[in-house]
């Protein structure tokens, strides 16, 4: 199959591998080589998709990742369709398959295309000031925007594609493959620095790669042959790595950068299995040096968006290195010499040029009279005033300018065209600078923004476009002198390097061309993704809005997914123009990463599923699930919540759970308790300066609960402390709390006491915690260690024994959470599962139940046993849950004891612990809802809320723990506790329900 | 993100640390002597500076050792990293 717009001399392209890809559902044929874009303009189909607001035809209009229109959604599989592509930026592969974006039913015929008609109707800030009012009508406005707009297609399905990150660390940076790329990456890995060269297209050498004209030279070679050969030679470079494919997304403080490698994108699927797909690069580098070049700016004039309208650049780059015409009759409008390559390219491979329309008076320049030679006309001082074709640019209507600019004179004049080039000058892509903090300065001669050199956050320098330099020459003399200069070098091999090349003289910006029809008539669009004209940001002006990133917001100028990488700059300059402002003290819009959009998946690299985070499990954790444990995540933790026995409901496993480690025995699965060793000569008197009460008393062997605040008095955490010896304790943590706790106890002891005498290590996961509960659990510890003496004599209640089990050393409290007679077994990690079942073994006759989180929470409610961070909340001081007690009130000072009176915290209206009973001893309460006194209030003064509620298998009746304004003198006093459809009676109570001897402790 | 330069350990990335405030706020050694106010300005009162602040930083990540940091919080450049009891390097 020949294609007749083909050009087949081009290197770039593949000729003898033909892919084939369907676009729309219609099957058409490429070259390896091709972008979607080049693929199909070589099928001459410019129409390619409808704009977001007027659903306008749009076409093709660039070759790169600036392209407004030519958006499209990569394949229809659920999981793996990607909306948003760009044409322009995504390489052909067998048996791609591409969507329009944006149209509705079709692209040729699109309802939504009615909006064009109603244009009038529909001006800047036409969605704020139409939907905002009535409120009760924006569901149906906003099914009406959904329906007719939006952007592609999000995949329903799970994405299964595997994605990667890379840490890289180099001496230099280079971002960008250009000419000037070339040099600096040539220029630094030659000068011993290990060198990152990054570009987003899949081979090297940016436009001067396919750059083949007279007009420039280097060392008398074409400028594509000299480059050809300097990427050949630095690709030997050792210490030089180059990635192509990789885009630069983002440049952050101390030279840290990201970068999307594209891996596997144009590969076929088939080719793809197995393979990751993208990989994000974070990258540290000493110095960077952005070599980003520059992007071609558009012509604002009337009906400017037509499909067959292209950056001149652009068609110069289908011709010249995709070999593919872009039309047959081609015009180019210009303001600048650029245009005049395009128009040499376009006419050595054979294209005929209607005309040249030029808004300046003249130009000599070299590549202006080579272009004359070719007896090419061009209209001088003219501009185009309109353009006819629907769905494909047909004419062009030209007018000559006025001596001032602002109008046009003379006769109109109509030319037939079937695609035209628009060349508006040159932007500098200063994105990289900005986000990395560097502050911009304004050329006026040429309207760019340029990176200011004096105010420029980290080690980095910009060349060649990206910094202002669009003449070959100046690029290759600047971009080697800066590179010497930055990265100290004395001599380089372009020292003597012999550049020709065509130079610019004339230079004419109009940013809004005039038409002959008054604005209001005309269509000049701005930002041809979101169709905000420029009739539009005048009338965001005329409204009042002056700040550049209103007027952004207000007409959306600049907020597509190209962000206005485009137009921004007329938008810009249409702003100072009509406000009379100097353009460099307008400043820009802030450019925000990433400079091109990145996939979810390459953030999140390999951070998802299990691997989201990490999973803590406890040595017994095989057992729990052996015995269908359902588990409860506490923290990173996995912990066994209940164990439910022939299809029980929650609630009935814990009050089977319970009822048992009160009435039998029960075991829990402690180990997650946080452990910290703490050994040295002062390591008493660190306890004392931690916890409210006082440690020096306490005997080698026994064991405290200790409270720990916060310097401003309140409940941080709590536990329990063993002394193993004279210099040595082990402190238990909340689960939640132990990495906390460890950190503010290090922080003390490093910042506030360095002289004490203290080591603090975390032992958490090397012992595991057996906690075995209930009036038989003495019975089963004589059995697993027959050994030790647990009489009440010698192992009272609050004391520790070091033993033995088969050998292996062990440390047993006797400590309860529960109120009943409980041990803990404390073993190294290897041996607890072995142990845990011992246990097991050993109570069979005493139906030992296994017992979870959610029964461990019951009991100690039962008991009035506070849960710090569930009826605590970081505003509760010892006193507000009612453990004065705990407080050494003849300690000198411990954390937080200054607080304690402070006007605040004495109030006698905080909010304390209180317990509850319903009236009706079947309700249970909900936590976390709130009490009050006087239903017929309003508002209603809500004086507390509800921390902890079960129902008490133990008590047959419901119980609950809650926090009250004055909660102390409440006892005894009736409350509401409203809920939805009814209010439970409640009455205030003492927190200890069961047991208030506490006799079952030596039961 | 910033680069660090631990002094215990050098160059670490900022992920790596914590950041624990603004720098030499002594506890007072007598808390029970202090009024309210003196008390609530040792508990509650901080700087936020824009422009140079010194800081206390931890190594939480790597050798868990605290020191102070001077630090630009306006384009977080740093000047200077010193350990803790040592003197600033600069004027406070
Ligand atoms: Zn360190």
């Known amino acids: ?167 890289y660390h180099c001496d230099v940076l280079v971002v960008g493959g250009g000419i000037s790329g070339i040099m600096a990456a040539k220029l630094s890995a030659g000068n011993n620095n290990e060198t990152l060269l990054l570009d987003d297209k899949n081979i090297l050498g940016g436009t001067t790669i396919y750059q083949n004209n007279d007009c420039f030279t280097i060392d008398d070679n ?48 088939d080719e793809r299995k197995g393979k990751i797909r993208q990989r994000l690069w974070k990258i540290r580098a000493k110095k960077v040096i952005i070599a980003t070049g520059a992007i071609e700016r558009p012509l604002i004039f009337n009906n400017n968006d037509r499909p067959g309208i292209m ?69 001088w001082k003219h501009t185009i005033v309109n353009t006819e074709g629907y769905r494909r640019i047909s004419f062009i209507e030209i007018m000559q300018l006025s001596d001032d600019g602002s109008g046009v004179i003379g006769k109109k004049i109509k030319l037939k065209t079937d695609c035209l080039g628009i060349s508006g000058g040159w932007t500098p892509m200063v994105h990289l600078f900005t986000q990395s903090g560097g502050k911009l300065k304004f050329r006026s001669d040429d309207n760019v923004f340029l990176p200011d050199k004096n105010k420029t956050p980290s080690d980095q320098i910009s060349i060649g476009s990206c910094n202002g330099d669009f003449d070959i020459k100046d690029i290759i003399l600047n971009s080697n002198k800066y590179v010497k200069t ?18 610019e003289e004339k230079k004419k910006n109009i940013w809004l061309l005039p038409s002959d029809k008054p604005i209001g008539k005309t269509k000049p669009f701005l930002d041809f993704q979101n169709d905000s004209t420029a009739k539009d940001v005048k009338l965001a002006l005329r409204e009042g809005f002056k700040s550049i990133e209103h007027v952004k917001r207000y007409t959306t100028t600049g907020m597509g997914t190209d962000q206005g990488k485009l137009s921004n700059m007329h938008a810009l300059g249409i702003i100072a123009e009509t406000t009379g402002t100097n353009m460099g003290e307008l400043g820009t819009t802030t450019f925000r990463p990433p400079y091109t959009p990145l996939t979810f998946g390459a953030i999140v690299g390999r951070n998802v599923g299990e691997f989201f985070d990490h999973t803590r499990k406890t040595a017994m954790h095989n057992w729990h699930v052996q015995n269908k444990a359902q588990f409860e995540n506490v923290g990173q933790w996995k912990r066994a919540w209940y164990y439910p026995k022939n299809g029980e409901s929650m609630y009935d496993a814990v009050q089977r759970e319970s009822k048992a480690a009160r009435e039998s025995v029960g075991i829990l699965d402690a180990s997650t308790l946080g452990k910290i060793d703490i050994q040295g000569t002062d390591a008493s008197e660190f306890l004392n300066r931690v916890y409210t009460n006082a440690w020096s008393k306490l005997a080698i062997g026994k064991c405290r609960y200790g409270l720990m605040l916060n310097e401003d008095g309140m409940v941080y955490d709590d536990g ?86 088969n050998g292996i050393k062990c440390r047993v409290m006797r400590i309860s959470f529960t109120g009943e007679h409980s041990y803990e077994i404390n073993i190294q990690s290897n041996y607890a599962k072995n142990v845990w079942e011992m246990c097991m073994n050993a109570g069979k006759d005493y139906n030992i139940t296994p017992y979870g989180t959610e029964t461990m929470h019951l009991l100690r409610a ?103 304004k004055s909660g102390k003198k409440l006892k005894g006093k009736k409350f509401f506790v409203p809920m939805e459809n009814k209010n439970i009676n409640v009455t205030v109570t003492d927190t200890v329900f069961f047991d208030k001897e506490n006799k079952r402790l030596n039961a | ?76 450049k740093i000047h200077a990293v010193y350990k803790m009891g040592e003197k600033p390097p600069v004027n406070k």
């Open chain 1, 1 to 167: 199959m020949t294609q007749e717009l083909r050009i087949n001399n081009k290197k770039f392209i593949d000729q003898t591998n033909r892919l084939s890809f369907k676009f729309n559902g219609e099957k058409l044929y490429g070259y390896k080589g091709d972008t979607l874009a080049s693929a199909l303009l070589a099928n001459n189909i410019h129409l390619v998709g409808r704009s977001f607001k007027y659903h306008r035809p749009r076409g093709i209009m660039t070759c790169g990742s600036e392209e407004p229109n030519a958006i499209v959604q990569i394949g229809n599989d659920p999981s793996l369709t990607d909306p948003n592509v760009r044409a322009t930026e995504i390489e052909l592969y067998e048996g791609l398959e591409a969507f329009s974006q944006n149209c509705w039913p079709n692209v040729k015929f699109d309802i939504g295309g009615i909006n064009n008609l109603l244009s009038p109707l529909l001006p800047a800030g036409f969605y704020y000031k139409t939907f905002m009012w009535p409120a009760s009508f924006w569901e149906k406005y906003e099914f009406f925007i959904r329906h007719s707009a939006g952007l592609g297609k999000s995949p329903t399905k799970p994405d299964p594609d595997i994605y990667d990150h890379k840490y």
């Open chain 1, 222 to 269: 074409h400028t594509n042959y000299w480059l050809e050969k300097e990427i050949k030679n630095i690709k030997k470079i050792k210490n030089l790595t180059i990635k192509t494919r990789t885009s630069l997304a983002a440049y952050h403080g101390y030279n840290y950068l990201l970068a999307k490698e594209n891996i596997t994108d144009h590969l076929s699927p």
């Open chain 1, 311 to 379: 950056l001149s650049s652009a068609i110069k780059k289908f011709i010249d290195f995709y070999g593919v015409k872009t039309g047959k009759e081609i015009s180019l409008f210009t303001n600048n010499d650029s245009a005049y390559e395009t128009a040499i390219s376009l006419k050595k491979s054979g294209v005929n040029i209607v005309s040249i329309i030029d808004i300046r008076d003249e130009s000599s320049s070299k590549i202006v009279k080579e272009v004359e030679k070719h007896n090419i006309k061009i209209y």
């Open chain 1, 486 to 503: 930055f990265l100290g070098i004395e001599n380089s091999p372009y020292d003597n390097i012999k550049v020709e090349s065509s130079k």
């Open chain 1, 720 to 805: 329990v402390t063993t002394r193993l010896g004279e210099n040595h304790y082990i402190m238990t943590t909340t689960t939640g709390g132990a990495a906390n706790v460890l950190s503010k106890l290090e922080d003390y002891l490093q910042t506030e006491w360095p002289e004490l005498d203290v080591y603090l290590t975390t032992v958490t996961d090397h012992f595991s915690t057996i906690s075995i509960c209930g009036p038989n659990s003495k019975k089963i510890l004589s059995k697993v260690i027959p050994d030790l003496d647990i009489s009440d004599q010698n192992f009272p209640h609050m004391s520790f024994k070091n033993s033995k089990i």
């Open chain 1, 862 to 964: 039962e008991k009035g046993f506070i849960i710090t961070g569930q009826d605590t909340d970081g505003t509760m001081t010892p006193s507000d849950l009612q453990m004065d007690w705990i407080i050494g009130k003849k300690k000198f000072d411990f954390i937080g004891k200054r607080s304690l009176y402070r006007s605040d915290t004495i109030r006698d209206d905080r909010k304390q612990l209180v317990g509850l009973l319903t009236d009706d001893p079947k309700e249970i309460l909900e936590e976390g809802a709130q009490i009050v006194e006087k239903l017929d209030q309003k508002p209603v003064e809500m004086l507390g809320h509800v921390t902890s509620s079960y129902f008490s298998p133990n008590l047959n009746k419901s119980i609950a723990l809650a926090v009250m």
């Open chain 2, 1 to 76: 993100m910033f680069i660090i330069n631990c002094p215990y350990c050098g160059e670490r990335d900022q992920t790596e640390f914590s950041s624990g405030g603004e720098a030499h706020i002594v506890r007072p050694k007598q808390p029970t002597e202090l009024s309210d106010d003196e008390w609530a300005e040792f508990l509650f009162m901080r700087k936020n500076i824009k422009g140079i602040q010194f800081e206390r930083w931890n190594h939480s990540h790597g050798c868990r050792k605290w020191f102070n940091v001077v630090r630009d919080t306006s384009n977080d």
